[in-house]
């Protein structure tokens, strides 16, 4: 028999059968792993296993490969704290639910669990919608798949980049990008370091990143971005 504990945040619990659930941990060491919750349909275990929670989690099983066994215990329940804060809950679900797509299965890749981490550390600060449209666009990086804003593609002004292009992911200055406006993101100003995104500045950003999510992490897979990724964006409108 196999086993290890890791700490580990909740990304999904689903039903297995009529008693039980398949939990999705993005744990600090074993990568994103599943494991079967036996029993966790029950009041106890499921209010453990509520996406979002940061759990201390045990895993067995007869051989590596094998689903196994999880049982956990709480160390943080943020979901329950942002429950009347419905966009900033919104922003939680969806990045757990991006996770659970991005980050490659049982990989050891801490920069996806800290990163998760240090996200959900912010969403009950101020800048939370900031920091939040930043964590996608760290996530991409991390995949190889970051937008570049170190200059101008093409060849204007460094020090007046104003946009983004939409298929190379690089950014324009004012000037190079002006005739090709229409076709072009603009490009929040908080993304370059110039002051605090207003709500049409942290809209746009989570436009940005959501193209470029929905380009390299979910359309070759047949999917989309998580309907609870358009409730976080409609907060921003």
């Avoid at 939680?92 to 240090?118: K, M, N, W």
């Avoid at 946009?163 to 076709?183: F, H, Q, T």
Wanted: overall charge negative; charged content about 25%.
């Amino acid at each position: 028999m196999i086993h290890w504990e890791d700490e580990g945040i909740l990304l999904s619990a689903r039903p297995f059968g009529e008693n039980d659930l398949i939990a999705q941990v993005l744990t600090k060491e074993h990568g994103r792993h599943a494991g079967l919750v036996r029993g966790g349909q029950g009041r106890t275990k499921r209010a453990t296993f509520e996406p979002g929670n940061r759990l201390h989690v045990r895993w067995k099983g007869r051989l590596t490969e094998h689903l196994g066994n999880y049982d956990a215990e709480v160390l943080d329940n943020i979901s329950g704290r942002l429950f009347d804060e419905p966009g900033r809950l919104a922003a939680l679900l969806s990045a757990v639910a991006i996770c659970e797509q991005a980050v490659p299965e049982r990989d050891d890749h801490p920069v996806f669990y800290e990163g998760l981490l240090t996200l959900m550390a912010h969403l009950e600060s101020e800048f939370w919608g900031e920091v939040y449209v930043r964590w996608e666009l760290a996530q991409l990086s991390a995949l190889g798949f970051g937008i570049d804003l170190s200059g101008c593609a093409g060849g204007g002004d460094n020090d007046q980049l104003a946009y983004i292009s939409p298929k190379s992911g690089r950014a324009v200055s004012l000037a190079a990008g002006e005739p090709y406006r229409d076709r072009l993101f603009t490009l929040p100003l908080f993304l370059l370091g110039k002051g605090n995104g207003g709500s049409d500045e942290i809209a746009q950003g989570l436009k940005i990143s959501g193209h470029f999510l929905e380009r390299h992490l979910f359309h070759p897979h047949d999917r989309s971005l998580p309907s609870v990724r358009d409730r976080l964006l409609e907060n921003f409108l």
